[in-house]
């Protein structure tokens, strides 16, 4: 099981990005699989969730709802995180975390800074 995330950068107030975390070793229709982040000197966070299709269900962090939005492509064994409206606050590294068969695997993270 492998989990590789991508697409963070530099953008400014109010810009967007999209991250995207590529799976492998797994379906992700089956798992759930979530986004978190931590700041420096902050605690990791938990941005966003989706859990696996048969059930169906979302999570989002009170800070992002309705800014962000997480998507599953099965076909290519990823998963999205759409950043709208991005604020400073939300500069921190980005980690995306698979639970399957029992275990939590980890990407590796990618920085998001978002200039005022």
């Known amino acids: 099981v492998q989990l590789q995330a991508s697409g963070g950068g530099l953008v400014e107030t109010g810009g967007s990005l999209r991250l995207s975390c590529a799976a492998s070793?797994?379906?992700?229709?089956?798992?759930?699989i979530g986004w978190f982040r931590q700041a420096p000197g902050k605690e990791r966070e938990r941005v966003a969730c989706?859990?696996?299709?048969?059930?169906?269900?979302?999570y989002y962090g009170d800070s992002v709802r309705g800014r962000f939005t997480i998507s599953r492509d099965n076909a290519k064994s990823t998963v999205y995180l759409q950043m709208n409206n991005l604020k400073p606050e939300d500069t921190a590294v980005y980690y995306c975390?698979?639970?399957?068969?029992?275990?939590?695997?980890w990407g590796q993270g990618t920085q998001v800074t978002v200039s005022s």
């Open positions: 975390r698979g639970l399957v068969r029992g275990y939590a695997y």
């Open positions: 070793g797994f379906i992700v229709d089956d798992y759930a």
């Open positions: 989706i859990n696996k299709r048969s059930e169906g269900s979302l």
